[in-house]
């Protein structure tokens, strides 16, 4: 996958699924919080609506209930064939009809409709109705059918019913019955005070399904299929969402006091819903805005830093094959990819440079080379020279000059002829012995000299020419002051990994200040005697150029005590 695509995927991966995850997961969570807030604002409406309704109908059931056992209905039940004086039927109005909710009734004996008020049902009528049986199984308790379930509803003239059995006072048998017709504005002031949502609706359904009565006055008598009516029905919640009358609901039910009846709240899920819309729009808008935003910062910055990231890939590809092309620069973004391009083509630019000069380097090499080539017969003629005057020396019988003559010649072999950089140790105490030799013929017998290399240092390796420069300093700063004899050690001894190398004079020694001015103008003035050596401060930035830290040279030295001076260099296998 490209670089570009990558960076893409990767912006919608954390930027944009992040966003729509969270917005759905939002969204998700309000539509559920905001069912069961509508559910337990339901539930706490329906469980109040049912204790008004217990209320209104125990109401009208303490008043059947007084009446049922007062002796003008127990007195005329009891008689065959008793006929209701005009007295006796005002009395019987007075104990029901005192109630604004009663409209009508009728007091059935045995086997024939004895009273009735705004009620003429015959006895065979009222054994058809659907709340007869219920009424014989009830046994003296009062039934209630409302009017969806009595068919008063279809008929235009809806009524609440309230049927009952009456008992005989004394011996429980029963001897007659009673059926009160009650407006079904009882129904409605219970139910209008019930409260909703807007477009929301309570139903009053029995056990069979039939819808009793709704506040919305809609759909009373016609038959549903609630699950919560089937006896076997379970569930943890009081509420569930399903289809009501062919839209989506949030459907919360309650058991009623009264066995046969439910109470369920309907409530249209698009209601719902409607809450949680402009979370869903905000989650759409956030997820699209992210969406776009990642285009255009492709667009506007990836497809240009990816441009300049390729254009770096291609340039190094040309620098792989020798092509130092510097790259073209694209519009400036003022960021880190200006200066990716801009120090790649510095780098290639100093590549060029660098190669100019190691190829002007290696044309002064070669150049050097030949003249040396050329040049080589003078070392030659040099030896050949002084091994004709140590001849004539030894002609002469002067061996003074026959042993100076050897020494100086050994010293320009050993400082003109090796080329390595590195020589054994013994060879570096050699060189420096043949040169304190030819210096005891100048000083004569003002010094005395002592070399202390042990049998297990000879071979180890180390720099070139350094301990001669160190010892000639020794030679002409402090012996050659000196009116007494003058006495120089050089010795080496092992300090853990390194190889110590210790130069020691008697002289006069010398001060910091002394010290510090020699050093600085070490490299300024050449010195008296330059052509014997090259100098303290020479060594020591030629050491630590050879090893690094912590090698190079150490000086011990004090006015009246003399000077010792300590080489340090690794301790380095042939």
Known sequence: MKLRRKILFAIILLVFIPVIVMGSVTYVNF?????????????????????????????????????????????????????????????????????????SFSLYGKDRLLYQYNAPMSFADMRKQVWYGAMESAEG???????????????????????????????????????????????DQIFWEAATL????ILLVNKQGNIVFTKSGEH???????????????RDEDYYIDNYQGEKSLITFLPSHNTDWFLAAITPMNLISSESVSIRNIALILGAVSLISA??????????LVRSINSA?????????????????????????????????????QIVELIEQVQTEQ?????????????????HFIYNSLESINSMAVLAGNRDISKMVVSLGKLLRISISQNQELIPLQMEFEHVRHY???????????????????????????????????????????????EEHGVITISAEEMGKDLIIIVKDNGPGFDLATLMSLWNKERINPKKYSDSGVGLKNVHERLKIRFGNPYGIVVCSSPGFGSTICIRIPRIQP
């Open 363 to 379: 044309g002064r090499k070669k150049e050097a080379e030949m003249q040396a080539l050329m040049a080589q017969i003078n070392p």
């Open 436 to 482: 304190l030799d030819i210096q005891k013929f100048r000083f004569e017998d003002k010094f005395s000299y002592a070399l202390e290399l042990p049998d297990s240092l000879k071979y180890l390796m180390t720099q070139k020419l350094i301990v001669q420069p160190i010892v000639e300093n020794a030679l002409y700063h402090a012996i050659e002051q000196m």
């Open 31 to 103: 539509s559920n919080a905001m069912e069961k807030k509508s559910s337990n604002f339901y539930w706490i409406s329906l469980l109040e609506t049912d204790r008004k309704l217990k209320f209104a109908l125990s109401e009208i059931s303490s008043i059947t209930n007084s009446a049922i056992t007062q002796p003008a209905i127990q007195q005329s039940l009891k008689q065959p064939d008793f006929v209701l004086t005009y007295d006796r039927k005002q009395e019987i109005n007075n104990l029901l009809i005192n109630h604004p909710m009663i409209t």
């Open 313 to 349: 890939v291609n340039g190094m590809k040309r620098v792989k094959q020798g092509i130092f092309t510097p790259i073209t620069i694209p519009p400036r973004a003022d960021d880190e990819s200006d200066s990716l391009i801009d120090g790649f083509n510095r780098m290639s630019a």
């Open 141 to 187: 308790r009062p039934v209630w059918s409302g009017p969806g379930e009595n068919g008063s509803e279809s008929s235009g003239n809806p009524v609440l019913v309230q049927a009952r059995i009456i008992k005989d006072y004394y011996s429980l048998e029963d001897i007659g019955y009673l059926v009160v017709y009650v407006k079904p504005d009882l129904l």
């Open 220 to 234: 009373i008598g016609q038959r549903t299929d609630f699950p919560f009516l089937q006896d076997n029905y379970s």
């Open 198 to 201: 807007k477009k929301g609706d």
């Open 295 to 304: 285009f255009l910062f492709d667009h506007y910055f990836v497809r240009r």
